[in-house]
């Protein structure tokens, strides 16, 4: 969670990534040597959680090599707390309490809200199954009046810094992540509309075959994917 930890908490960093991949290669066989009744765990049809330990296992290890030996501006030190999802639990807790509870804003209400997180950060979740541990820095957006503004001319942008943010804003290329989340969405609502339609070409239309091997995982597990994301 921080770079001064020490032990099993301490950052992974060129100088121990070697003894935390022995220690995951020990835990991973360990979970692949259980059984239940004679039969593995990890064949039987209670395998998901040994499934994900191992998963997140190798995940982890392939995303700090890849980020300790980049070619440019290399890592020292990779934090696991900042891959958690804890980060995003908080974040719609947030929103859930702003709304009093309420699971399902409005556009409005999320705009609303996302305001007041960007520039108060006075929203705080008083349930949930996770803790907020991060340090808070302030607000993401510093606010001040108009009569305490002053405006600093020496660093006013030019019209070539303003020409490359445009050239930013207007790029509308999506990333691997964003695509994935869209096609999740996507395969979501097609999955809710062909329970109610009849009609084969209907489905057809609507349907996007996938069949490489990286989904084919996903695809045991009833997802579906749409034309208009895919």
């Not at 022995?22 to 765990?41: M, N, R």
């Not at 997180?117 to 607000?139: A, P, Q, R």
């Not at 994935?180 to 979501?188: N, R």
């Not at 509309?193 to 045991?220: G, H």
Request: hydrophobic residues 35%; positive net charge.
């Amino acid at each position: 969670r921080i770079p001064f930890s020490k032990g099993f908490k301490s950052p992974i960093n060129l100088g121990n990534i070697n003894s935390i991949k022995a220690i995951f290669d020990e835990t991973t066989s360990y979970f692949k040597s259980l059984k239940i009744q004679e039969v593995p765990i990890i064949l039987g049809g209670r395998k998901m959680f040994v499934l994900g330990f191992i998963i997140t296992m190798e995940s982890t290890l392939n995303v700090a090599y890849q980020l300790l030996n980049k070619f440019q501006s290399p890592l020292k030190f990779v934090l696991t707390y900042k891959m958690s999802q804890d980060h995003l639990e908080l974040f719609f807790g947030c929103i859930r309490a702003r709304g009093g509870s309420n699971n399902n804003p409005n556009a409005v209400q999320f705009k609303n809200t996302l305001r007041q997180l960007l520039f108060t950060k006075n929203i705080t979740v008083e349930s949930g199954n996770c803790s907020n541990f991060d340090y808070s820095e302030g607000d993401v957006i510093e606010f001040r009046s108009e009569k305490r503004s002053f405006t600093d001319t020496n660093k006013t942008p030019d019209d070539n810094e303003l020409e490359k943010y445009l050239i930013h804003l207007d790029n509308v290329d999506l990333g691997y992540y964003v695509k994935d989340i869209l096609d999740y969405i996507g395969g979501y609502i097609v999955r809710s509309i062909i329970k109610t339609i009849v009609c084969v070409n209907c489905v057809q239309l609507l349907l996007e075959n996938r069949l490489d091997l990286e989904y084919q995982a996903r695809q045991e597990g009833g997802a579906r994917w749409c034309k208009c994301t895919t």
